[in-house]
């Protein structure tokens, strides 16, 4: 359910899962779904309607043993316009969650994930008489049936160079097995794309996808005069301007370079706008006093921080855009392989 592009499935046939049925909204990410997987069958439409939900419901065999939920987050995320309980509660994408009951009360699963944002863990929905965060109110109405489990996991900690807390809901039948994934040690962005060529603004190189955006003069030099890990808001004489030359105004994570020593800053649907947050690549000191790389990452470097494979194999007809915006909105997929691979070993076919 809300499956958008489909990023989050990219390991699950290596985990033993085949999607048999999915359901998008927006035709173009469906579009881009269904040649990714063509095996499954994708239902367009909003899952709030009754034809839509009966024609999903009536999609899934009575073999099928997994459903994943990933309702949209933009009425939840932190970079999104909602930033009150009170907003996020008048917001109707937050209460998309409650179409997942109702695909779970007319099928038999043995194990459901739901993921989001962190925001997801602590919100606030109304149920019954009062207001319950989702896990309470899954509790009470599946406990017998399922253990219920919610954690917040961040994909550095999984072998992921990429800072990026995801809440994740687990669902599974009493008497199944699912246990949580183990942690690993943070990759760091010089360890995960320190080898890749240089690129300044529109420059190309020989690897596929690594190709650099272009960006106007003005980001360009603010961002040369700005080292590592720093903001060009900061900047005492090369700061950004807008075309009359006045002084943009931005926090302090906006023109910023990420660092060299970490793992990227979370990826955001808006990866490729150099202003927006934490998005310039770190780049490194020249000769003259500037710094390399003025520029956001290429769609190869956005693919190694988000464990997506470093050539994907994507639509022709899918722009830079595009594919960023699907990146930034998805689960690193190798975080939800990980999750999904710890399912029964039956169920796995292992």
């Known amino acids: ?34 040649e990714m997987y063509p095996d499954s069958n994708m239902i367009v439409g909003d899952i709030r309607e009754r034809e839509i939900k009966d024609e999903f419901i009536e999609s899934i065999d009575d073999d099928v043993k997994f459903l994943i939920a990933t309702p949209p987050c933009q009425g939840l995320s932190t970079l999104g316009m909602n930033k009150h309980l009170d907003q996020m509660q008048s917001d109707p994408r937050n209460y998309l969650v409650f179409d997942i009951l109702d695909v779970i009360d007319k099928k038999d699963f043995d194990y459901i994930l739901i993921e989001n944002v962190s925001r997801f863990l602590t919100m606030y929905f109304p149920y019954k008489d009062s207001f319950y965060k989702l896990e309470e109110i899954l509790k009470d109405l599946y406990s017998d049936k399922y253990n219920v489990e919610a954690e917040l996991l961040n994909a550095k900690d999984y072998g992921i160079p990429q800072s990026r807390p995801r809440a994740i809901i687990k669902m599974f039948k009493k008497g199944k097995k699912w246990d949580w994934p183990e942690t690993q040690s943070e990759i760091t962005l010089k360890e995960a794309i320190g080898d890749l060529p240089s690129l300044e603004s529109g420059e190309s190189s020989s690897l596929k996808f690594h190709n650099a955006k272009t960006h106007n003069e003005r980001e360009i030099e603010a961002m040369k005069h700005t080292p590592e890990g720093c903001s060009a808001i900061k900047n005492e004489i090369y700061y950004p301007k807008k075309k009359d030359g006045s002084r943009i105004k931005g926090f302090h994570n906006t023109y910023k370079r990420m660092r060299w020593d ?36 290429t769609l190869r470097e956005l693919f190694i921080v988000s464990s997506l494979p470093e050539e994907w194999n994507v639509p022709e007809w899918a722009t830079d855009n595009f594919i960023r915006q699907m990146v930034g909105e998805a689960i690193p997929p190798k975080l939800s392989f990980q999750i999904v691979n710890l399912m029964e070993k039956e169920f796995n076919n292992d």
């Open 1 to 34: 359910m809300f499956s958008s592009a489909g990023i989050a499935e990219t390991y699950f046939k290596e985990a033993g899962i085949d999607i048999c049925v999915a359901n998008e909204l927006i035709p173009k990410r469906a579009k881009f779904y269904q």
């Open 262 to 297: 970490a793992p990227a800053p979370a990826r955001t649907m808006n990866n490729g706008n150099i202003g927006s947050h934490n998005n310039v690549h770190p780049g490194r000191k020249l000769s003259d006093g500037t710094y390399s790389d003025a520029r956001v990452l």
